[in-house]
């Protein structure tokens, strides 16, 4: 009767394990990319804290013209994050050193700021001259990398890039929130 039993739970076990496999290797490819939350120790697979919800993906800098987006893109992220939807931002010193400050820094001024509750990131190369895989897949997906800062990415429930809109567009502008609405 021990070994029955024993021989179940190492059955179970092993079935979880290949459950765990399976499901990491139904990652999107996009998602496939770890990273430090701002300010943070630990990494994060944005697959395994994104996947299944609609994403839009913003490099951001706090010294920049466009630095005023990060009020639309709270409010967007207040207004459908039940909905499934959540905003990743990724500091970048890549265009104009508009964002050189450390990473706490960062944090903290977006928090007083703009109370930015949405998931902000490492510090991170956008620019295609130097940019990290993440930006190097959404620029090669998308067929248009970031030519400055608050470049905006939209990824399906798929993990897929089903728009992608320069700094100049407003982060609640009607073309993006129709967008959205299109993939929630």
Known sequence: MRNQLMAMI?????????GALAESSNCPPLLDHSFRPLA?????????????????????????GYTYQYAGLEHLYERFREQGFVIIGFPSDDFGGQEPGGEEEIKQFCRDTYSVQFPMYEKTHAAQSNAHPFFRDLGEAAGQYPQWNFHKYLLDRQGRVVGS????????SQEL????????
């Open 10 to 18: 190492t059955g179970l076990g092993l079935l979880l394990s290949q």
């Open 40 to 64: 943070g120790d630990a990494s994060q697979r944005l697959c395994e804290v994104h996947r299944g919800k609609v994403v839009l993906v913003v490099n951001t800098a706090s010294e920049c």
């Open 165 to 172: 809109w320069r700094s100049a567009v407003e982060p609640e």
């Open 177 to 184: 929130v129709r967008t959205i609405k299109r993939y929630l």
